[in-house]
T-cell receptor, first 110, second 118 residues
Framework: SQQGEEDPQALSIQEGENATMNCSYK?????LQWYRQNSGRGLVHLIL?????REKHSGRLRVTLDTSKKSSSLLITASRAADTASYFC??????????FGQGTRLTINP | GAVVSQHPSWVICKSGTSVKIECRSL??????MFWYRQFPKQSLMLMAT?????????EQGVEKDKFLINHASLTLSTLTVTSAHPEDSSFYIC??????????????FGPGTRLTVL
């Protein structure tokens, strides 16, 4: 069963604005990862945050993790049209499978 | 680095035929590969975990005789959809994990294969 639940399911914003997506999960994890998927394509790994980390940055991406609330957020700053895609969170335990959330469909309007 | 390829990228076949999809890790050795299925506008559903040289571990509800997985080498895993039916039409994605890479928990995904069964 899917462990990650993402919110919102769809998000449409203007280019240049910031986009925030949230992910909640149910059980204990070793790490949480965010992936991007362009329509009809495979997934691209964006960022991994470990359970003992609270915040991580990568370029215009900022990920937070709150293990007490079993939630994570992905912030994309200064959005661009090329950021239009579906974003998935995935929870993992060391050396075991990933469980994906339902995803957030992000649309950046020019 | 960490590139995963899939072949073919799309395939159309007649009902009752078998289709083989290949997943290759191009620049690293993948001890573990995963096969996912994705329906339109939905998330990825893990079908099976494939370890080199051993039998695949299938998720609950996935028919192992229907979806044959072979991981014969550290760079190649194949998924064969046997006796395909229209309900098998979907987007199939593989991923690979390599313990030797820095991010051992990261999976590297192939571009996917769209299967359409007529």
């Amino acid at each position: 069963s899917q462990q990650g639940e993402e919110d919102p399911q769809a998000l449409s914003i203007q280019e240049g604005e910031n986009a925030t997506m949230n992910c909640s999960y149910k059980t204990s994890i070793n790490n949480l990862q965010w992936y991007r998927q362009n329509s009809g394509r495979g997934l691209v790994h964006l960022i991994l945050i470990r359970s003992n980390e609270r915040e991580k940055h990568s370029g215009r991406l900022r990920v937070t993790l709150d293990t007490s609330k079993k939630s994570s957020s992905l912030l994309i700053t200064a959005s661009r049209a090329a950021d239009t895609a579906s974003y998935f969170c995935a929870t993992g335990r060391l050396s075991q499978k990933l469980v994906f959330g339902q995803g957030t469909r992000l649309t950046i309007n020019p | 680095g960490a590139v995963v390829s899939q072949h073919p990228s799309w395939v159309i076949c007649k009902s009752g035929t078998s289709v083989k999809i290949e997943c290759r890790s191009l620049d690293f050795q993948a001890t573990t590969m995963f096969w996912y299925r994705q329906f339109p506008k939905q998330s990825l559903m893990l079908m099976a975990t494939s370890n080199e040289g051993s039998k695949a571990t299938y998720e609950q509800g996935v028919e192992k005789d229907k979806f044959l997985i072979n991981h014969a080498s550290l760079t190649l895993s194949t998924l064969t959809v046997t006796s395909a039916h229209p309900e098998d039409s979907s987007f199939y994605i593989c991923s690979a994990r390599a313990p030797g890479l820095a991010r051992t928990d990261t999976q590297y995904f192939g571009p996917g294969t769209r299967l359409t069964v007529l």
